[in-house]
């Protein structure tokens, strides 16, 4: 029978660390290999927090603020509240050994973890397909629009393999990737400010803390994706300060980015007005290939909240199923309405997340039972509900049907938002004190759980 000495196994794999090959595991009652080191996760999560979305967030928060340094002042609060509620999500994974939505299990309870899980699933899904679309829009303003269907299949195939492989996938953003958008990074950087400033349009000032509230949403928005990377972290910490610092100086610097488009370039189109610069294209294409980790981070994460519902599906046909239905849905529809829908949906995992936070952190105190017999909490609910309506009082959206409900509520219980209050700031604020107020209370029905 053979025998495992290393003596006589082929060089190359006596040489590739142990790391290097583990990969997820395929069901979810297998335990995780935990390789991630600090700089592999601050890779991954700083090529996630580099996007073609950043620019325009950022001309968004230039045209709220209308001060280039207000602007970035906004944008540095903004992304610092937003990093440290989403490494505080990665602390989840890096904790209970789970992914996202089943780490919430030790929130809400098995049975009510699945109402955020399905509305994860469908966020996801909308977002790999913006992703999608947007990778396939911007490689056709560079080579045509007859292009546009090869670019959409070349996308959702190469996102769905990343998905199918999610760790090799990390290794690839650490070692190649990260290098490349840092250098396109700078080409776009230096490009911009060599150009003359001017003013920023004055017509659509809201002020600073609408403008740090767009910054939050940004990064806050990949809360409910982060324990599904962090699971596989060495450490707490590593968990913690590589989502947060990776993700959060990409999201400054893109966002920023966006900014000076705006104040020095004149741009209505960012991404044109960059595409149009001198390296601009070359710039830009290394971008779009780096966007596609987007995409498979949204259909990855896909697949872990699918597993909370059925955990003996393996992921790798689920990841096939989920980049197969993302890339037909780019191909075929025009979702530009549906952004509003998707927008919507992730309003309601700010109180979500600024909830587990607490709990987490303070009430619970990093106990948390996610189980399959874990019990409902009222408290965490109830403190996620008064943060989603406080959310929506503050910002209903745009949605049909759905925005002028909350708008006719507001008018009722004469609820007038000041002006200089954002709707993500004052969710996290509310849903964090309800949920020390109501957790310490500690009612019956959560005695038997870990919280």
Partial sequence: MATSDPTTMPTANRQRPASERVEAPVVLTDSPPRPLRFFDQFAMWANLGISLFGPLTGALIAATTGSVWTAIAAIVLGCGIGAALLGTSAVFGATTGVPAMVSLRGLLGRRASVVPTLLNIGQNIGWATMEIIVISTAATAIVGDAWRWPFVILAGAVATTMAVRPLGSVRLLRKVMVWLVLLASVVLFVQVLLQPAGDIPQD?????????????????????????YSRHSRT????????????????????????????????????????????????????????????????????????????????????????????????????????????????????LFAVAATDFLVVSRQRWDVGEHSRVRWAPVLAWAGGFVIYQLINPGTVPGWSPFWVQVASAIGFVAPSWLGSSVAAIGISAVLMVLLGRRRYPPESGSNG
């Fill in 204 to 228: 659509a000032v809201l002020g600073f803390w609408p403008a740090v509230d767009l910054a939050v949403a940004g990064v806050v928005s990949f809360a409910p994706l982060a324990a599904d």
């Fill in 236 to 351: 707490k910490r590593a968990a913690f300060w590589g989502s947060a610092l990776g993700y959060g100086l990409a999201a400054v610097a893109y966002y920023t980015l966006g900014v000076f488009a705006v104040a020095h370039l004149g741009a209505t189109d960012v991404l044109g007005a960059l595409l149009a610069l001198p390296a601009g294209a070359i710039a830009l294409s290394i971008l779009l290939i780096d966007e596609v980790d987007e995409a498979f981070a949204n259909v990855y994460s896909t697949t872990m909240s699918i597993q909370n519902i059925a955990p003996n599906l393996d992921r790798r046909v689920v990841a096939i199923a989920v980049g197969v239905v993302a890339t037909l849905l780019a191909g075929l529809l025009d979702f530009g309405q549906y952004q509003s829908f998707l927008f919507l949906i992730g309003s309601v995992f700010v109180p």
